[in-house]
Structures are given as structure tokens and as C-alpha cells.
């Protein structure tokens, strides 16, 4: 696949609750580019009008006027986005290192199937923070999303927090895919062992999109997949497009005092104590 440098699909100022981040400068906005293209194959891509698409209607956006803009709009950061970030990697480069010169973080949501070379790569140039893609063992990934291996993801998940990023996974649970006990209890289980049981996890509902029809995630199998995170030992879990419900929200681990309030991509109210929480004065793992 040829990717034409700087070339951007869509533009937006984004709520880092978008990513989703929930750990990173909670309420801030991250200036959003996304370009063309994937190196997976879902067939269930939510985003698959510009992931699926080498080339299409967009425009040639130089780093210096991406963060310019990212500045005019008073954002805190940028993200890079909507379509697999690493297929744009050069661009990243010269965006993050523009971006970290005028005091902005950089954030990627990506499928982190990438060398470690890559990855090196973004960290030197100021990555910040990613949001990774987990989507399912690997069987499930390795037949869905065109032979992927999987334990790459995971490689770089570690790597990538070993070199201090910030990195909260995400899994979009489908029905027949992902979102049985083993598959998911086994993904819980690795975060917990191989990242550390203070990784947000968060898990969000799937809508049927491109060639996948099985019907919408229903919401018991997402609060399902809650409780196995939490049985498993993780701290955070959170659930993903359920707009309103308490599972949004940021609870200490220690006491359950809610600590961060959300609806849907706005921080209703922060209670943190600069990272701590107000009630038990636990520290509570966000970047502030
Ligand atoms: S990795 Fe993400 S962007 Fe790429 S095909 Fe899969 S769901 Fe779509």
C-alpha cells in the first residue's frame, strides 16, 4: 500500500475521552488526524470508509499547519487516529517532534502491530500515550483480521510501557468473536501479568459495519466482560459506547469513592486530589 505523505481524511478536535484515554489529562482536547488505509483486515471495521480505502477525497496537510492549528484551537495534544496511525509513521514523526517543541502531548490508537524499530521511533519523537486495540486471542485474531499474530501486540504493549508511554487497551467485543469467558478472561489475565493490574482496560460495543452482520454487542455481555476484569485483578475496566452508564466512570480501587465522573466523552467532575483520591488518599494512576 502507497501512502502519500501528509495525506489527511478527516480533522477534528477530539475529547481524549474519545480514544478512549482515560488515564491521560482527563477533559482535555487532542487535535485528530486520520489518513487512508490498514495493515488488519476486519471485516467488522467501524471506521472501514477510510480504512479500507488506499486514497479518497482528502487533502495534503503539512505537520507545521497541523500543529499550528492544534495551537489556534487551544488543544492540549494530538492524536493521530480513525485509520491505522502507523501506515502514516514519517508524518507522525514530524508532528510529534513540532508538537512536543510547543509543549503539546502526542497520542496514537492504534493496532500496535509494528516493529519495535517503529515504536522507537514515536517514543524519541515525543509519543506520549497509545490507546491498543486488543481483539481477541489468537485464533480469533489470527482468522479475522488476516493471519496476525497477535503476540507482536502484546511485545509492544510491554515494550511501549517499558520506554514510559502511557498505554490503555481497548477491546471491542463482538458476539462469535471475542466475547466468550476464555477469550476474554484471557485477555484480562495478560493485561494484568504482562502490563500491570493498574492498565486501563476498556471494552466497548460493537456495531454491525462493513462485512460483519452478527447483531449489536449486548449491554449484559459487556458488563459480563466488566466483572472479568475485575475478577481477574484489574483496576479500571471501563465500558465503551453505553453513553450514561455508572461503568463510565473513574472508582478508586482502594475505597470505590467515584473519583472521575463521565457521560459519554465529557468529564462531568474530577475529584482527584491531583492524583490521589479524595477520600482514602490512594494514588490513582493519571497522568494529570
Ligand atoms: S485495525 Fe482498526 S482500523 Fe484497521 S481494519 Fe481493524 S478495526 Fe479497522
Known sequence: MTLTYGSVSSLSANPIEKKPLHHFYPGSVALTAGSWGCNFGCPWCQNWDISKSPSGKGWYLSPEDFVKTALARGCRGTSISFNEPTLSLEWSLDVFRLAKGQGLYNTYVTNAYMTTQALDLLVDAGLDAMNVDIKGDAHAVRRHCKGIEVD???RNCRHARQSGVHVEITTLVIPGV?????VLGGIARRIHDALGPDTPWHLSGYYP??????PPTPLSALERGWEMGKEEGLDFVYLG????HRLENTYCPGCEELLI??????VMQSRLLET?????????????
Open 152 to 154: 507482536k501486540v502484546w
Open 261 to 266: 465522573e463521565r457521560r459519554g466523552l465529557t
Open 178 to 182: 471475542n466475547h466468550t469467558e476464555g
Open 276 to 288: 490521589s483520591c479524595p477520600a482514602c488518599g490512594r494514588n490513582v494512576p493519571v497522568v494529570v
Open 209 to 214: 459495519a462493513y462485512r460483519f452482520h452478527a
Open 241 to 244: 459506547n453505553v453513553p450514561g
